[in-house]
């Protein structure tokens, strides 16, 4: 197991969104943020400059996240 991309141990729910499309646009931009391979669609460039600006926002975001999945397991 020592090529695994994907651990489902250390998997947590950054979102929880309904509307098909939405998330797959924000699937795709936490995958690039977060430089994986799971992208769901591809983004136009328009994006880029938003993407670059907000990434320090929106990786606190996902951390705060992760933190609040792991106490609600413990």
Known sequence: MDNVF???KK???IDNETSYWKRRKKESIYSIINKSINKCDTLDN???N???EETKKIKQMIKKKQKSNILNII
């Open 6 to 8: 994907f651990d489902p």
């Open 50 to 52: 938003l993407l670059y």
């Open 11 to 13: 998997a947590f729910i």
């Open 46 to 48: 328009g994006w880029n």
